[in-house]
Protein backbone atom coordinates (compact mmCIF):
# COMPACT_ATOMS: atom_id res chain seq x y z
CA UNK A 1 0.00 0.00 0.00
CA UNK A 2 1.40 3.45 -0.36
CA UNK A 3 2.62 5.35 2.40
CA UNK A 4 0.62 8.01 1.88
CA UNK A 5 -2.75 6.13 1.93
CA UNK A 6 -1.17 4.46 4.86
CA UNK A 7 -0.38 8.11 6.69
CA UNK A 8 -3.95 9.17 6.07
CA UNK A 9 -5.67 6.20 7.28
CA UNK A 10 -3.45 6.12 10.45
CA UNK A 11 -3.98 10.14 11.06
CA UNK A 12 -7.36 9.91 10.00
CA UNK A 13 -7.54 6.90 12.70
CA UNK A 14 -5.67 8.77 15.33
CA UNK A 15 -8.11 11.63 15.79
CA UNK A 16 -11.25 9.04 15.90
CA UNK A 17 -9.69 8.08 18.63
CA UNK A 18 -7.95 4.81 17.54
CA UNK A 19 -4.08 5.78 17.87
CA UNK A 20 -1.40 2.71 16.70
CA UNK A 21 -3.83 2.55 13.34
CA UNK A 22 -1.44 0.40 11.02
CA UNK A 23 -4.05 -0.82 8.12
CA UNK A 24 -2.89 -3.72 6.19
CA UNK A 25 -5.59 -3.93 4.06
CA UNK A 26 -7.43 -1.62 1.18
CA UNK A 27 -10.74 -2.77 -0.43
CA UNK A 28 -11.82 -0.32 -3.09
CA UNK A 29 -15.80 0.26 -3.98
CA UNK A 30 -16.54 1.58 -6.92
CA UNK A 31 -20.47 3.16 -7.29
CA UNK A 32 -22.21 4.21 -10.45
CA UNK A 33 -25.74 5.55 -10.22
CA UNK A 34 -28.11 3.29 -8.65
CA UNK A 35 -25.77 1.49 -7.33
CA UNK A 36 -25.85 1.10 -3.60
CA UNK A 37 -24.43 -0.96 -0.49
CA UNK A 38 -26.83 -3.00 2.08
CA UNK A 39 -26.95 -3.42 5.88
CA UNK A 40 -23.80 -5.37 6.80
CA UNK A 41 -21.23 -5.94 9.31
CA UNK A 42 -17.82 -5.64 8.47
CA UNK A 43 -16.88 -9.27 9.76
CA UNK A 44 -13.74 -10.38 7.28
CA UNK A 45 -11.20 -9.02 9.57
CA UNK A 46 -9.04 -11.16 12.19
CA UNK A 47 -8.88 -8.60 14.96
CA UNK A 48 -11.85 -6.37 15.80
CA UNK A 49 -9.76 -4.02 17.99
CA UNK A 50 -8.62 -2.15 15.26
CA UNK A 51 -10.99 0.30 13.19
CA UNK A 52 -12.38 0.62 10.01
CA UNK A 53 -11.32 4.09 7.89
CA UNK A 54 -13.57 4.75 4.76
CA UNK A 55 -12.42 7.63 2.32
CA UNK A 56 -15.25 8.72 0.07
CA UNK A 57 -14.29 9.95 -3.20
CA UNK A 58 -16.73 11.44 -6.11
CA UNK A 59 -20.65 11.86 -6.24
CA UNK A 60 -21.89 12.20 -3.16
CA UNK A 61 -23.22 9.22 -0.96
CA UNK A 62 -25.71 8.98 1.57
CA UNK A 63 -23.84 6.49 4.07
CA UNK A 64 -26.16 4.32 6.68
CA UNK A 65 -25.03 3.71 9.89
CA UNK A 66 -26.86 1.79 12.23
CA UNK A 67 -26.38 -0.34 15.71
CA UNK A 68 -25.27 -3.43 16.48
CA UNK A 69 -28.48 -5.65 15.41
CA UNK A 70 -29.56 -5.23 12.07
CA UNK A 71 -32.96 -4.41 12.93
CA UNK A 72 -31.58 -0.90 14.57
CA UNK A 73 -32.67 1.88 12.30
CA UNK A 74 -29.53 3.43 10.49
CA UNK A 75 -28.73 7.45 11.02
CA UNK A 76 -27.85 8.49 7.84
CA UNK A 77 -24.91 10.94 6.82
CA UNK A 78 -24.12 12.65 3.73
CA UNK A 79 -20.77 11.61 2.42
CA UNK A 80 -19.02 14.47 -0.20
CA UNK A 81 -15.54 13.62 -2.01
CA UNK A 82 -12.88 13.69 0.68
CA UNK A 83 -14.92 12.71 3.81
CA UNK A 84 -13.40 10.19 5.90
CA UNK A 85 -15.48 8.33 8.27
CA UNK A 86 -13.98 6.08 11.52
CA UNK A 87 -15.41 3.40 13.26
CA UNK A 88 -14.50 1.43 15.77
CA UNK A 89 -14.44 0.10 19.45
CA UNK A 90 -17.89 -0.51 20.50
CA UNK A 91 -19.70 0.64 17.07
CA UNK A 92 -16.54 -1.74 15.08
CA UNK A 93 -19.72 -4.24 14.12
CA UNK A 94 -22.25 -1.83 13.72
CA UNK A 95 -24.60 -2.36 10.53
CA UNK A 96 -23.92 -0.03 7.70
CA UNK A 97 -24.49 0.72 4.30
CA UNK A 98 -24.67 3.20 1.37
CA UNK A 99 -28.13 3.98 -0.12
CA UNK A 100 -28.57 4.05 -4.00
CA UNK A 101 -26.17 6.75 -5.42
CA UNK A 102 -28.03 9.64 -6.93
CA UNK A 103 -26.86 10.63 -10.48
CA UNK A 104 -24.56 13.30 -10.85
CA UNK A 105 -21.29 14.27 -12.76
CA UNK A 106 -18.40 15.07 -10.02
CA UNK A 107 -15.59 17.07 -11.76
CA UNK A 108 -12.71 14.85 -11.26
CA UNK A 109 -14.45 11.52 -10.91
CA UNK A 110 -17.42 11.90 -13.04
CA UNK A 111 -20.53 10.02 -12.70
CA UNK A 112 -19.03 7.35 -9.84
CA UNK A 113 -18.18 6.97 -6.08
CA UNK A 114 -15.26 5.33 -5.24
CA UNK A 115 -14.56 4.27 -1.91
CA UNK A 116 -11.53 3.11 0.13
CA UNK A 117 -11.97 1.11 3.29
CA UNK A 118 -8.68 0.91 5.54
CA UNK A 119 -8.49 -2.20 7.60
CA UNK A 120 -6.48 -4.24 9.24
CA UNK A 121 -7.63 -7.64 8.51
CA UNK A 122 -4.51 -9.77 9.27
O1 LIG B 1 -18.90 2.65 0.30
C1 LIG B 1 -18.96 2.86 1.51
O2 LIG B 1 -19.03 3.99 2.01
C2 LIG B 1 -19.00 1.67 2.47
C3 LIG B 1 -18.23 0.47 2.00
C4 LIG B 1 -18.32 -0.69 2.94
O3 LIG B 1 -19.03 -0.66 3.90
C5 LIG B 1 -17.50 -1.88 2.71
O4 LIG B 1 -16.77 -1.96 1.71
O5 LIG B 1 -17.58 -2.81 3.53
MN1 LIG C 1 -18.62 -2.34 5.28
Not at 51 to 68: M, Q, T, W, Y
Not at 70 to 91: C, E, I, M, T
Amino acid sequence: MPDVFRELAARSAEEGGFAGFAPDTCLINRYEPGARMSLHQDRDERDFSAPIVSVSLGLPAIFLFGGLRRADKPRRFRLAHGDVVVWGGPSRLAYHGVAPLADGEHPLLGRQRVNLTFRRAR
